[in-house]
């Protein structure tokens, strides 16, 4: 056994036990403690049996003790405040220049705090987004770290060691930032997760009610798209199960309570996007789909009382089909171009220098929103770094109009037969909304000003004059102040 050890993690649930072992297996001598000790023993004698070079520890003095300065602890827990706890813990026992990780699920407002806090105390903190689920933390996950610039010659290697690579060879892991820009990336990254999920499921429900398709045509289209421009981990296992059965010979799916949970980073990059001013419609209906999916009892008394149409879609099955396919990809199109827009003001607020074309490349392998389609993001962004939208890159311009057709079929479709679809919907309100040169908030504005003198511009002055109209004839000149919330 080596005398210390490389990196030390604290946090043996799965995440944190299958990094270690990913750590452990790329060479690294890890040390590792968990606030429940019985954990350290349990991991030792089943996942770590036989493995020297991970150091188990049970005590904190203990875990400091084992590692290599400058010493780097990474933590797996909690987010919240659970992570300030076992900071305050680790602090005693570290000296100036130590490092402290945080690799769970964090709010990047606190990852900001934190940073700043630590590095008053000389102590460098990195806030780093890990994607991939169990298995891609144990075979390579997407890394996203963020927070003092300082620490990231002491966990690159590590980190891009440990990592999935694409097909050239590079790591899905670099420097997003500093401050909590890491765990924003993440966050977006888990709201365009959620976004992703809720369009498949949409589409499923659209083939399997709509045009009553059987779980084992389902599989097939699903294994098909898999093959395409869809190619992504989300479909593929959606693909595996379509054809897993119960006990019984049926689909286990349909015994699955229809009732989503969920963790918020969705939440998260809804409530951003509302502080910043940014449509991300998209994925703000996912997180609502999911809250009104919780809605089971109400929902099922509802079903009861309320009528609409029969959740039946008539017509030619491979073309239906077909434009559900293609009204998938043009949303999820879309939820990237809405995700891009949020990380690029955030940017902007925050003093990030983010690296678009790298993100889409940390994104392209390990993580649970792995495409193919990412390596087109990286391209557009690699083209032309300056590009304000996704949307207006030469070859999604060009596929989102191969898909306009297929996708107002599609929507039109679940309209009329009562299936909700919000997230491709509200997708395709947005690129209308995006597309036009005129929207009716002209009489938005004049609505605002009438009741209550908030002012407005014109068209035929200059932007940033603002002019107000006695609508009434009784309400006086005098005008609200202006501003944008």
Known sequence: MKDKADIGLIGLAVMGQNLVLNMNDHGYT??????????????????????????????????????KRPRKVMLMVKAGNVVDIFIDQILPHLETGDLIIDGGNSHFPDTERRTRELQEKGIIYIGTGVSGGEEGARRGPSIMPGGNPAGWEYVKGIFQNI??????????????GEGGAGHYV??????????????ICEAYDILHQGLN???????EIFREWNTGELDSYLIEITRDIMKTKDTDGLPLVEKILDKAGQKGTGKWTGISSLDLGMPVTLIVEAVYARCLSALKSERVEASRILSGPEKRIDGKKKEIIEDVKKALLASKIVSYAQGYMLMNEAAKEYGWNLNYGGIALMWRGGCIIRSAFLGKIKEAFDNNGGLANLLLDPYFA??????????????????TSGIPAPAMSSALSFFDGYRAEKL???????????????????????????FHTNWTGTGGNVSSSTYQA
């Open 398 to 415: 060009e596929v989102i109009d191969s898909c306009q057709a297929s996708w107002r079929r599609t929507v039109a479709r679940a309209v």
């Open 30 to 67: 890890v040390a590792v403690y968990n606030r429940t000790v019985s954990k350290v023993d349990e991991f030792m004698d089943d996942a770590a049996r036989g493995r020297e070079t991970i150091i188990p520890t049970r005590s904190m003095e203990e875990f400091i003790s084992t590692l």
């Open 186 to 199: 993440k966050m977006v990254h888990n709201g365009i997760e959620y976004g992703d999920m809720q369009m």
């Open 213 to 219: 398709l059987s779980y084992d045509e389902l599989y």
């Open 440 to 466: 009716p908030a002209n009489l938005l504005q004049a609505q605002r000003d009438y009741f209550g003198a908030h002012t407005y511009e014109r068209v035929d002055e200059p932007e940033g004059q603002f």
């Open 163 to 176: 990592s999935a690579k694409v097909e050239n060879g590079e790591a899905c892991c670099d420097w997003v």
